[in-house]
């Protein structure tokens, strides 16, 4: 995975008032911390950050007063409306260091022949990787699975690098049979309908 640098300014206001005027500067105010060390309160460019971002798990390099960090985006906070992002939280790592992060799970391949749903229980798993080789996304195949069948944790390959972190038979993907609606019920609607 591929390291974004990014410029950083250490903060030294704080509240809603400060947190306004970094956002209006289309900066973002955000936190480092890890490794036992002080928190510091930085604030990052808000549209290479937003960019930035779009990779999961993405390695971020600050410079925070002089020193280099590498960092890994731990919390986002979005505005609900505007989608922008708000804050964001950032865990320092070391290269080498294992980390403990989700990638998102994929699915390829075609059902069995019927009309079968493939339901994702999870969206993603719970995996360690060394801080600079987290994989961003895992492929399951689903072909020829039929209703009733389920995919758990366990079952799916990692990438070279990566263990499973989380419960190992959790449920990921499961296929259900799809519902139909009852006739009865449609039925006695018309005959609501019909009476009215």
């Known amino acids: 995975m591929a390291e974004i640098k990014l410029a950083t300014e250490v903060r030294t206001e704080f509240g809603k008032g400060a947190a306004r005027r970094v956002r209006r500067a289309d900066r973002v105010p955000g936190v480092v911390y890890g490794h ?3 928190p510091v309160h930085v604030t990052l460019p808000g549209h290479e950050l937003l960019l930035a971002l779009r990779t999961a798990n993405v390695l971020i390099g600050l410079e925070i007063d002089g020193k280099d960090a590498l960092v890994i985006p731990k919390a986002v906070q979005r505005h609900p409306l505007k989608g922008t992002i708000e804050h964001v939280d950032l865990l320092t790592v070391k290269r080498g260091e294992k980390v403990q992060v989700e990638i998102a799970v994929h699915a390829e391949g075609d059902l069995a022949p019927g009309a079968n749903l ?5 969206n993603t798993l719970l995996v360690e990787a060394e801080a600079t080789h987290i994989p961003e996304s895992v492929t399951v195949s689903v072909a020829g699975l039929d209703a009733g069948d389920s995919i758990v944790a366990k079952d799916i390959a990692l990438p070279k690098g990566s263990t499973l972190a989380g419960d190992e038979d959790a449920i990921v993907i ?16 018309e005959g609501e309908t019909a009476e009215a």
């Open 118 to 122: 493939l339901e994702f229980v999870q």
């Open 36 to 38: 036992g060390a002080e």
């Open 174 to 189: 499961q296929v259900v049979a799809a519902q139909a609606e009852e006739p009865a019920a449609e039925e006695a609607a």
